[in-house]
């Protein structure tokens, strides 16, 4: 399932701070979406998510729309915030009960799903906990568990890492790649450029509300005429443009 944004322009209010935002995120490739803090990465996902509404221009899923069809819309989307967001007073066991009648699920087979996870991610003896005994990687492992066991087509993951030690990263790349090799479509936004390098399959680079270039590594580098550059040497040249 294919992610178009064509023509997006938005922000808060009367702020504007995306403007005529344009790319895509095919089916089956996993894209990083780089800049600077205050580039506009997580406005743009706000705006792919509903939380904001469009200024002008579209946002669609395989021509699916979330003011056409909105049910439909979310059903396909799963979503990792940068932040955790979960409710105090559900215990994890509540959670992923909410996840599994929120998006329909078969609960025998999403319960496989998400045991597997929990296993994975040291969480399987903690589902009686309420939130306020899990530490921020923990309550991160919460949400990736609940997004990663949904049968969604688009995942957005916004900074997933923060938090997150070495063995976990290690996990979430894994289920990443497993939902990729699925046929699903991944919008990563990371700083680690690093591991955006080794996983991504292209890049939407983001800088002051616009998008100053896309495409794979290669194209990339000739686009900063860097061929020997590296995706960190490709920010960091961005950054320095005037």
Same mark, same amino acid.
């Given at each position: ?24 995120? %095919?089916?089956?490739?996993? #894209? ?37 069809? %909105?049910?439909? $819309? ?5 979503? #990792? !915030? ?34 597997? @996870?929990?296993?994975? $991610? ?5 589902? +009686?906990? $309420? !939130?306020?005994? &899990? ?7 919460? @949400?990736?568990? *609940? ?10 993951? +916004?900074? %997933?890492?923060?938090?997150?030690? %070495? ?35 292209? &890049? ?8 100053? *270039? ?8 000739? /686009?900063?005429?860097? /061929? ?9 040249? @961005?950054?320095?443009?005037?």
């Amino acid at each position: 399932m294919t992610l178009t944004i064509e023509g997006l322009t938005g922000g808060y209010g009367n702020l504007t701070v995306l403007k005529d935002i344009n790319f895509t995120v %095919p089916a089956g490739k996993i #894209v990083g979406l780089i800049g600077l803090n205050g580039a506009g990465k997580s406005t743009t996902i706000k705006h792919i998510i509903g939380l904001l509404t469009p200024q002008s221009g579209t946002i669609s899923l395989d021509g699916k729309t979330l003011h056409d069809d %909105p049910t439909g $819309f979310r059903a396909d989307l799963a979503y #990792v !915030p940068e932040t955790p967001v979960l409710y105090p007073e559900l215990t994890l066991r509540e959670h992923l009960e909410m996840t599994i009648m929120a998006y329909d699920l078969d609960a025998t087979v999403a319960w496989q799903d998400a045991d597997n @996870m929990l296993k994975m $991610f040291r969480l399987d003896n903690k589902l +009686d906990w $309420f !939130p306020a005994k &899990f530490s921020k990687g923990m309550q991160q492992k919460v @949400m990736i568990v *609940a997004a990663f066991m949904t049968h969604a087509q688009l995942f957005i993951i +916004d900074e %997933p890492f923060t938090g997150l030690d %070495p063995l976990a990263v290690h996990d979430l790349l894994d289920l990443v790649t497993a939902k990729k090799e699925q046929g699903a479509s991944i919008l990563m936004s990371t700083h680690i450029l690093a591991t955006a390098q080794q996983y991504a399959d292209e &890049f939407v680079l983001i800088k002051a509300g616009k998008v100053r *270039a896309t495409g794979d590594l290669p194209s990339l580098k000739q /686009q900063f005429d860097l /061929q020997d550059g590296s995706l960190d040497d490709i920010y960091m040249k @961005m950054t320095e443009e005037q």
